[in-house]
């Protein structure tokens, strides 16, 4: 069981936005910066947001992030069926120390 | 662009060990931190160790604390992670990741390479 809780799936149809959720508490999304990655079937992840909301170059603008509190959203508008995908948050968690994964978001474009 | 190719993967015997390596090229510096990710089949994503730039500093996860050891050969740009008394939870895919600015922003992945721990 992760640190970070991720709902498991989330699903929309083309040209939807849609919303992944990652919730933590004080000592990691709470006090450091959230980043998110995407991983298509059988590659390696891909990063996609950092310190909260800035996107690296080349990601497309579709996809946002933020944070509030212990929480962090990741938003994915214009929904693409290469969208689909697993979709992980991750953040420094202070108790352990060391970073934390969620759980992970399957997200299907119907 | 940064390259990472992980390599040394394989099948072990429970209790065994297994050394992988993960070599850098591109624009990497060697000032960045790094580190292990691994991914059991059909499961997320599971940091297992970071490294400082120096080497001087690492982290382990809980899981793994004791039993595997992160290291770095700077001048070959060379990441390592030494896994003993491996057991049947330790298969997995394991990835090495580059820190571009914090410790918890994967900026650069490997392609992974695989354990499978089994008699």
């Known amino acids: 069981q992760s640190v970070l809780t991720q709902p498991p799936s989330a699903s929309g149809t083309p040209g939807q936005r849609v919303t992944i959720s990652c919730s933590g508490s004080?000592?990691?999304?709470?006090?450091?910066?959230v980043s998110w990655y995407q991983q298509l079937p059988g590659t390696a992840p891909k990063f996609l947001i950092y310190s909260n909301h800035h996107r690296p170059s080349g990601v497309p603008d579709r996809f946002s992030g933020s944070k509030s509190g212990t929480s962090a959203s990741l938003a994915i508008s214009g929904l693409q069926s290469e969208d689909e995908a697993d979709y992980y948050c991750a953040v420094w968690d202070d108790s352990l120390p060391g970073p934390v994964f969620g759980g992970g978001t399957k997200l299907t474009v119907l | 662009e940064v390259q990472l190719l992980e390599s040394g993967g394989g099948l072990v015997q429970p209790g065994g060990s297994l050394r992988l390596s993960c070599t850098a090229s591109g624009f990497t510096s060697s000032s960045h931190a790094m580190s292990w990710v691994r991914q059991a089949p059909g499961k997320g994503l599971e940091w297992v160790s970071v490294i400082s730039g120096s080497g001087g500093t690492t982290y382990y996860a809980d899981s793994v604390k004791g039993r595997f050891t992160i290291s770095r050969d700077n001048s070959k740009s060379t990441l390592y992670l030494l896994l003993n008394s491996l057991r049947g939870e330790d298969t997995a895919v394991y990835y090495c990741a580059e820190h571009v600015s914090t410790w918890s922003t994967f900026d650069y992945w490997g392609q992974g390479t695989l354990v499978t721990v089994s008699s």
């Open positions: 004080s000592s990691n999304i709470g006090s450091n910066t």
